[in-house]
């Protein structure tokens, strides 16, 4: 989690597992990316210390 990025600012934490964006859960890297995809903001389902959190991520970057 890059400091100061919008996860970082949502509370994401070195650690934190991610399970799904939304309702879709997440397996890897290319399914998180069109996850994301054109959307700027999103709730993410995370693991964290032994039990699941949600974050609201938003100021996601669009069209890059």
Known sequence: VEPGSPAAVAGIEPGDLLLAVGEQEIDGVDRLAAAVAGRRVVSLRIWR??????????GLPVGE
């Open 49 to 58: 210390d032994g039990g699941e959190a949600w974050a609201i991520v938003a």
